[in-house]
């Protein structure tokens, strides 16, 4: 099977972006100056990342509230029409996080929910008939930095001024634009769902506004540092919310969902691991899957880790026995060096 | 691609610079490339004794790790000990002040190596 590409293949192709394969898409991986140079643009300006590899499912109709309040864990009833709200699909049997999905609320039957790119088709499944994968039809363009909203401004001034979790929709260039004050990298930002036959104008009139491309690489070291999960990584298969530290997602109070009874006994019976932040002296990145060790032995290992731009060092996140504390020292064994590790707050680079 | 005609090269994009009995040597432009920005390199100790295709060093990018292989046997005599603090050295000059490290290889016999046209075919295959 071939993979899929974006509305706006052809614009990173012209800008000579390294091209990879993610999640069934090819998208871009860091453009000519590279993702440290854009990993840079998004703490100090404002960078344009195409995420149309996420997927959008719509769901629409007088039930579509009830079908997302027993799907997911998060409770809509916390948020209003015109939010965003953050939610797990679970799995029924174990708990474990089938994916981390972000839910546009757009308007009072509307709901454009956003999985992971290769979750798509399992949550269309779980939310049943009447939830269309509408991904094709547009291009995802997150605008990010301390800078986007300025940017923007000019450009798509309604998109600009929306919340943060807020979601909104106008039309740009006689298009209707679908758009949220959401992100992925720990910085103010705007993400726009744009027509796809729409999606290059967009991407020109952002980038002549100042925003610079930036693409998965530096998507990965800005989530990183701002401590925020990556499904396959600190989410998935054999990891529920609680042992990622994201109990605030799921809602005892709000009625059933899929994988409550699973995760009630979980939580009654106490999680034994918890996610939890490490930082290591010099610049060696620690990476997924080396071993974590306490007093010589493994208990644990990275789930995600790079070298931190903004920091200079390394950082990484792993599933901690929760006996560990923060200011424990530890170690990662990078391919048979003990490399001294500290654990520490999250997120290691604060907003 | 910068290919320099007077080095020499290997398979694994790896470049040798010769002055009489000393080899320089470092990761060449397509590899830099290919690699992304470097933000780590493990440089051998001076005084290491090491045979042609053992490892001397590891780059590591945002992205991957990748080892350098001794391309002549000798011993390390030299490294670029400016990398610890600058190791986009390698990205922004990988035939100058990107160099890895040096070896003395005496009088060794170079014909296992790539000239740069040799190269240029092995990267375009």
Redesign the interface.
């Given at each position: 099977m071939t993979d899929r590409t974006s509305p706006l293949d052809a614009v990173h192709r012209a800008l000579d972006a390294?091209i990879v394969p993610f999640g069934g898409w090819e998208m871009p991986?860091?453009y000519a100056d590279?993702?440290?140079a854009e990993h840079r643009a998004c703490r100090t300006d404002a960078v344009v990342f195409d995420v149309s590899h996420l997927g959008t499912v719509r769901v629409t109709g007088s039930d579509a509230h009830e079908r997302l309040q027993r799907a997911f864990t998060n409770d809509l009833d916390r948020v209003a029409p015109g939010r965003a709200q953050y939610t797990h699909l679970l799995d029924p049997d174990d708990a474990s996080v089938l994916d981390d999905i972000i839910v546009w609320w757009v308007d009072g039957d509307r709901f454009d929910v956003m999985p992971n790119a290769s979750n798509t088709d399992r949550v269309t499944g779980a939310l049943g008939d009447g939830a269309i994968d509408v991904t094709a039809e547009r291009a995802v363009l997150a605008l990010q930095g301390p800078r986007a909203r300025e940017r923007l401004a000019p450009v798509f001034p309604e998109a600009a001024e929306v919340a943060r979790f807020g979601v909104g929709t106008a039309e740009w260039a006689g298009v209707r634009c679908t758009f949220a004050g959401t992100g992925y990298t720990g910085e103010d930002g705007v993400e726009v769902a744009v027509p796809a036959d729409s999606a290059a104008a967009l991407w020109e009139a952002v980038t002549v506004a100042g925003f610079v491309p930036a693409g998965l690489?530096a998507r990965d070291?800005l989530r990183l540092e701002a401590g925020l999960p990556l499904h396959g990584h600190e989410l998935g298969p054999g990891i529920n919310p609680l042992e990622a530290g994201l109990g605030w997602v799921v809602r005892w109070d709000k009625g059933d969902f899929i994988g409550r009874d699973a995760l009630l006994a979980i939580k009654e019976a106490g999680v034994g691991r918890r996610l939890r932040g490490l930082t290591v002296e010099?610049?060696?990145?620690p990476?997924d899957g080396y071993p974590i060790l306490r007093d010589g032995e493994a208990v644990a290992a990275v789930s995600s880790g790079?070298?931190s731009p903004t920091l200079g060092h390394g950082i990484a996140l792993a599933l901690l026995p929760v006996d560990v504390a923060e200011g424990d020292r530890l170690a990662i064994d990078v391919?048979g060096t003990e490399v001294p590790a500290t654990v520490v707050p999250l997120p290691f680079v604060g907003r | 691609m910068n290919l320099p005609e007077e080095l020499r090269y290997t398979k694994d994009h790896e470049w040798v610079r010769i002055d009489g009995s000393i080899a320089r040597i470092g990761i060449t432009d397509y590899a830099q490339d290919a690699l992304?920005?470097v933000?780590?390199v493990?440089v051998p100790d001076v005084g290491t004794a090491v045979a042609a295709g053992d490892t001397v060093s590891e780059v590591?990018s945002?992205?991957s790790?990748s080892e350098i292989y001794a391309p002549l046997a000798g011993t390390v005599v030299a490294v670029n000990a400016d990398l610890a603090d600058a190791?986009?050295r390698l990205?922004e000059d990988p035939y100058g002040e990107g160099w890895i490290c040096d070896i003395e290889v005496g009088d060794a016999d170079l014909d296992g190596l790539l000239d740069a046209p040799g190269y240029q075919a092995l990267v375009e295959d």
């Open positions: 390294r991986l860091n590279g993702s440290l690489g070291t010099g610049r060696r990145p990476r790079n070298f391919r | 992304g920005d933000v780590f493990q590591e945002t992205k790790v190791p986009q990205n």
